[in-house]
T-cell receptor, first 112, second 113 residues
Framework: GNSVTQMEGPVTLSEEAFLTINCTYT??????LFWYVQYPGEGLQLLLK?????DKGSNKGFEATYRKETTSFHLEKGSVQVSDSAVYFC???????????FGDGTTLTVKP | DADVTQTPRNRITKTGKRIMLECSQT?????MYWYRQDPGLGLRLIYY???????NKGEISDGYSVSRQAQAKFSLSLESAIPNQTALYFC????????????FGEGSRLTVL
């Protein structure tokens, strides 16, 4: 079956530090890959996505590249801000499938 | 107004009580989902529906039931709540085309005493 494994948290960084949150997946075929973000007290919202190998998704300074050879979709940001403090979820969805598979989430705290 | 609205946002109830969580959406999506979030366990799928006449069990459906009253409405019921159903519940919607992005409500926090 499909599965998503995320880097365990929590992760605590100082403002302007570099961020990497690792995500690897197991799936048959060619899934679409997503990063969702959950800010305190809110629901999840899409941060970025990639639909095929070597695609790079980007948004709000965050980036992730779909690496089929390593089955990975690591999230990166060059300089985090306090406002980036949230829980980040990696997810996949196979083409035409009705269900998404989520990782366990990684909590990021950025200190001033 | 939010595209996906959940009610109630917070609820405290007692063991054995029946509870209904409601979800409505204005995105015009056919697909609707109920997820449960527990600390350290990520999101787990309870039930999902691809249209009004289609209901499917997810990975943790025991103890829950759902009703798809209309394209825009999808309710989750706990027939007899128990303490280990204390969690944050999310409704989500998704379109049939595109890349499969989900749109989430703000969550319903349920506490069963």
């Amino acid at each position: 079956g499909n599965s998503v494994t995320q880097m365990e948290g929590p992760v605590t960084l100082s403002e302007e530090a570099f961020l990497t949150i690792n995500c690897t997946y197991t799936a048959t075929g060619y899934p679409s890959l997503f990063w969702y973000v959950q800010y305190p007290g809110e629901g999840l919202q899409l941060l970025l996505k990639a639909t095929k190998a070597d695609d790079k998704g980007s948004n709000k300074g965050f980036e992730a590249t779909y690496r089929k050879e390593t089955t990975s979709f690591h999230l990166e940001k060059g300089s985090v801000q306090v406002s980036d403090s949230a829980v980040y979820f990696c997810a996949l969805r196979r083409t035409n499938a009705g269900k998404s598979t989520f990782g366990d989430g990684t909590t990021l705290t950025v200190k001033p | 107004d939010a595209d996906v609205t959940q009610t109630p946002r917070n609820r405290i109830t007692k063991t054995g009580k029946r509870i209904m969580l409601e979800c409505s959406q204005t995105k015009g999506h056919d697909r609707m989902y109920w997820y449960r979030q527990d600390p350290g366990l990520g999101l787990r799928l309870i039930y999902y529906s691809f249209d009004v006449k289609d209901i499917n069990k997810g990975e943790i459906s025991d103890g829950y039931s759902v009703s798809r009253q209309a394209q825009a409405k999808f309710s989750l019921s706990l027939e007899s709540a128990i303490p280990n159903q204390t969690a944050l519940y999310f409704c989500a919607t998704g379109g049939t085309g595109g890349t499969g992005e989900l749109f989430f409500g703000e969550g319903s926090r349920l506490t069963v005493l």
